[in-house]
């Protein structure tokens, strides 16, 4: 019970890797957010289960490129569990297309989701998340490679791990903040709209010769979410299997 009576906010928590660390973490002890922006019936299944199994988490809508919602998103928890303790900056968007093909509405969506609503998620945590605390921003192992059509969305996650080294020497308070870089993980957002063919190759690219599952991430995130790492901050942790 690595995380007993810490509370936990992971956004985008209601499907893949997300609902992942919210089940793993809950396993653990932890009191769970699952918060979602537009998917009620999945997060209300997440919390269910987590409570099935003996856990203890809520739902909560919030849209995390508004900082209104966000402020709700933070006031709400602290109403429920009285502090929050962890926090799982995980909420995504990605459009894969080629640089010239993606348009205005493209490149807003996924710099508002991917950039702004961390932005907006640690500008919040500077004053109420608890002392000793620690933040996981998802990044990708993306950032460091040249794959065509990711272009968006490698440049907002390389905005995130330069967020997360700054703000890990900016908020104190004994709080420690990380970011996590998955490699190819098998959930139905990275997976749509890939051939066989480009999903086969990916697998051979890592010293495994499969995708990960997101319990591999999930358990990074369950070190990171620990005490156990308090001495690691303002590092990009990779979970690839060699892919880089």
Known sequence: MKLENKVVIITGASR????????????NGAKIVVN???????ADATVAKIKS??????????????????????????????????????AGVMFNKKLKDN??????????VNVKGVFNMLQEADSKLSDNGNIINISSTTVKLMFPTYALYSASKAAVEQMTRVFSKEIGRGISVNALAP????????????????????????????????????????????????????????????LI
Do not use: C, Y
């Open 183 to 242: 490699g190819p993980t098998e959930t139905e957002l990275f997976l749509n709209g890939k051939s066989e063919e480009f999903i086969d190759k990916l697998k051979s690219m890592n010293a495994f010769d499969r995708l990960a599952q997101p319990i591999d991430i999930a358990r990074v995130a369950l070190f990171l979410a620990s005490d156990e790492s308090k001495w690691i901050s303002g590092q990009v942790i990779a979970a690839n299997g060699a």
């Open 16 to 27: 893949g890797i997300g609902q992942e660390f919210a089940f793993l973490l809950a396993e």
């Open 53 to 90: 199994n003996g856990g203890n988490a809520i739902a909560i809508k919030a849209d995390v490129s508004d900082r209104d919602q966000v402020t709700r998103l933070f006031d709400q928890t602290i109403k429920e569990f009285g502090k929050v303790d962890v926090l799982v900056n995980n």
């Open 103 to 112: 348009t205005q509405e493209d490149f807003n969506k996924q710099f508002d």
């Open 36 to 42: 979602h922006s537009n998917s009620e019936k999945d």
